[in-house]
Each structure stands twice: as structure tokens, then as C-alpha cells.
């Protein structure tokens, strides 16, 4: 397997065994997926929200069923023989160009939650629960979730999360609500991974919770409500309220063990949140390069917009700083290959804060050129702004991340506990 990024040398350029791969993969979503996106949209409209409309199964089916024939399928698999053994450092380059589509993540495989799903499947679940949900999702047959965050808790500290899960012979009995459920609005999403309360006062404070694998279909899972974002419901994704009322599950579904969920959380939230970053940069530089071109097409005042006010200063700046935050997601991906995931927490905390607010206020430049037709459903921008406004909450709030980065830094300076 390919180890070009993972030397003691920094190395944070495109290797050559990413760059005929890279190629397919923006040629592609520049000339495939792009143009089927608002159509993809636009049929949600129509009938049941939560249903997929024959249209919208063949534009997605037929492009994950293309990319699949050409072998573009399952890059998140770094360092691994499933996939094409990339690096975390080549495997931004690729997110980075399906960040640019809406549909563009899914038809390589390569969405969030799945991945970070796939990923817990695979490290800790079973050769049982490998047969009965990893194979499925690694073909792209069905969609997961992945179901930690409660509405009656601050689950920004995650050991407030309190989900009842009590053992009761060969099963765990779950009891509690779990809210902005990503992805579990899908009709295809047939599995959830849940983070549960599971206390003993005989272990630590964060080996107070575990994680559990929940049959979507299992009786009495209640969909209380999907969670609007700024007024949109995103179906048929989804981000929903659910309700769990004395739901029974085999025990054998409880992942490592009881008191472990921190641990299979950690490993599974840090290479999420930095995905979510790479796919930021992308929608950057999509806007860029659409407030490029309106400014060198439209005209007012006798001028291109281009020419008016701040604009040249306006666009240099997009372009630097979105030059940054790659540079710094690049390095947090480098950190992360160097298999220390304590050293390269404070790296991904950093890019977690850096590329939303880029990618939001450069988002936002574009819509500003746009004009009133920026925030409306005639460009992809308004889409793209709410999507990365919520990116600042989702897998934790900036203020949670900055903590994280002062403490890491506070600590080179004094022996106490910060």
C-alpha cells in the first residue's frame, strides 16, 4: 500500500499515484454529476418527500453504477486493502472535488455517516455484524446513521449524553430520544449506530457509555419529526427526532463491550470531521470559481463587477484563504497518517474550526455577487451556505474545538491538569 504521505517528511502535495485517479474523478463530477444535481433536487417536490422518485433512483443509481464500473468506489478506505490503500493527505484531494457536487460524496460511496459507520464496522463489530451490514454498505446497497446527540442534554460534552440501555438477559432494552439523526430520514437507511448511557460507578467518567448497533426496523423506533435546518427539512436525507421505547436489542450487538463508547467514538469522529472539511474547501472553491465568472459576465454601471467597489481585494482574499485552510486540512490529513491519533486531535480541531468559516464567508461573497438571485433556488449558493453554517455545529461546536487547540497549547507551559 502507497505510504508517500506517511514518511517522516512532510509531503502534502498530489503523489503520482493520486493524480491519474484525481483526474477521473473531477472529470467526472465537472461533466457527469454536477449537471444532474438541481434535477436530482428538484424532484424531492414531488410526492412523498421521503420517498425516492423513479428519477431520482436512476440519476443516482446509474452514476454510483458508473463510477463503481470505472472503479471509483470506496476511496475513505485509507491504509486499507479494501479500498486503494490511499494516504488521508491523497484522500482530501478526492473529497475535496466531491465536496463540489451535492450528489458527488454518495456516488463514490464516500458519505457521511456511512463512512464513519464502515469504519466502526470494521474495526470493532463482528465477523456477524461485518456479513450483515458492512458488505451491504460497502456496495452501496443501503444507508446508516449514526445517532448520538439528544435533545435534553448539552451533547457537546458527550458524557452528558443519557440514553437508557439496560441489560436484561441476552438483550439490552434502550429507552430515550436521539434528535438530528443524519441520514436516518432515508428510506434506504436500514442500520444505526447509537451512542448509549450504560453506568457504572466502578469504571471512569468517560467509560460511562457505550455504542450499540440498532436494526432500523427494530419495534418501537418512533420518527418523532425531522429537523429542519434554516426552514429545510433536507429530505430525503434527513436529519431526524427519534423516539426509543423499550427497544429490545441482542446483546451481541453491543460494540467492545460495555464502557467503550468514548473509545470507538474517538476513533471514529476524527477522520468524519475532517472529511466534512475537505468537502468544505471543495464547495469554496466551487463558489470561487462561480463569483469569478459572474463578476467577469455581468455588468452595471458601465462596468464588468469585477471592477466595482472592493471586488478585486474581495476575490484575492477568497483565494488566499482558501490556499490556507487546504494547506492546514492537508497537514491535520498528514498528522492523522502518522497513526498517533492524541497527536494529530489538536490538527483536526483547528481545520474543524477554520474551513466552515472559510468556506461560509466565502460562500457568502459569491451570493453577494449573485445578488438577490444568490439566495435563491437558481444557484447552488444558498444550498451550500446553510450546508457549511451547519458543518460549525456538526461533530462539535467551534468553541468546543477552540478549547480543545488552547489546552493543547496551554499545556507546553505548566505541569497542571487544564
Known amino acids: 500500500m502507497p505510504t508517500s504521505n506517511s514518511s517522516s517528511s512532510m509531503n502534502l502535495g498530489m503523489s503520482e499515484h493520486l493524480k491519474p485517479l484525481h483526474e477521473k474523478v473531477a472529470e467526472m463530477i465537472t461533466s457527469e454529476i454536477i449537471p444532474l444535481d438541481d434535477e436530482f433536487l428538484a424532484e424531492v417536490e414531488k410526492g412523498d418527500r421521503w420517498e425516492y422518485t423513479p428519477r431520482q433512483t436512476e440519476i443516482l443509481e446509474g452514476l454510483k453504477a458508473e463510477a463503481k464500473k470505472r472503479g471509483l468506489w470506496n476511496f475513505w478506505l485509507t491504509d486499507s486493502e479494501r479500498g486503494y490503500g490511499l494516504t488521508t493527505v491523497e484522500y482530501a484531494y478526492l473529497a475535496e472535488e466531491m465536496g463540489k457536487a451535492h450528489l458527488g460524496a454518495e456516488v463514490f460511496n464516500c458519505s457521511a455517516p456511512d463512512t464513519g459507520n464502515m469504519e466502526v464496522f470494521e474495526r470493532y463489530g463482528t465477523e456477524a455484524h461485518k456479513k450483515e451490514w458492512l458488505a451491504r454498505l460497502l456496495e452501496g446497497e443501503i444507508r446508516s446513521a449514526y445517532l448520538m446527540t439528544e435533545p435534553d442534554v448539552a451533547s457537546s460534552d458527550a458524557t452528558n449524553i443519557s440514553m437508557s440501555c439496560v441489560k436484561d438477559g441476552d ?37 460511562q457509555h457505550s455504542q450499540i448497533i440498532v436494526d ?14 434554516y ?69 452595471a454601471f458601465g462596468k464588468r463587477l469585477a471592477e466595482l467597489g472592493a471586488n478585486f481585494d474581495i476575490i484575492a482574499n477568497c ?100
Open 171 to 207: 438483550e439490552y432494552v434502550l429507552n430515550g430520544q436521539k434528535w438530528w439523526s443524519s441520514g436516518a430520514g432515508d428510506p434506504r437507511c436500514a442500520v444505526y449506530i447509537v451512542m448509549v448511557h450504560t453506568p457504572d460507578d466502578t469504571r471512569s467518567k468517560h467509560q
Open 216 to 229: 432500523a426496523k427494530s419495534a418501537g423506533i418512533e420518527v418523532l419529526r425531522p429537523m429542519q435546518v
Open 231 to 299: 426552514g429545510h427539512d433536507d429530505a430525503p436525507h434527513g436529519h431526524m427526532h427519534i423516539k426509543f421505547t423499550d427497544v429490545r436489542i441482542p446483546a451481541e450487538n453491543l460494540l467492545l463491550g460495555e464502557g467503550r463508547g468514548f473509545e470507538i467514538s474517538q476513533g471514529r469522529l476524527g477522520p468524519g470531521r475532517i472529511h466534512h472539511c475537505m468537502r468544505a474547501i471543495g464547495q469554496a472553491e466551487r463558489a470561487l470559481e462561480m463569483m469569478c465568472k459572474r463578476s467577469m459576465q455581468r455588468e
Open 319 to 418: 483565494r488566499m484563504e482558501i490556499e490556507q485552510a487546504r494547506l492546514l486540512c492537508l497537514k491535520a490529513a498528514w498528522m492523522m497518517d502518522q497513526g498517533d491519533p492524541r497527536a494529530a486531535a489538536p490538527w483536526i480541531s483547528q481545520i474543524k474550526v477554520v474551513a466552515p468559516l472559510m468556506a461560509l464567508k466565502v460562500i457568502d461573497e459569491a451570493v453577494q455577487m449573485y445578488g438577490a438571485q444568490g439566495i435563491s433556488q437558481d444557484t447552488s449558493l444558498a444550498r451550500a451556505w446553510t450546508h457549511v453554517r451547519t458543518l460549525r455545529l456538526a461533530d462539535g461546536p467551534d468553541a468546543v474545538h477552540r478549547r480543545q487547540v488552547a489546552r493543547n497549547e496551554l499545556r507546553k507551559y505548566t505541569q497542571e491538569k487544564i
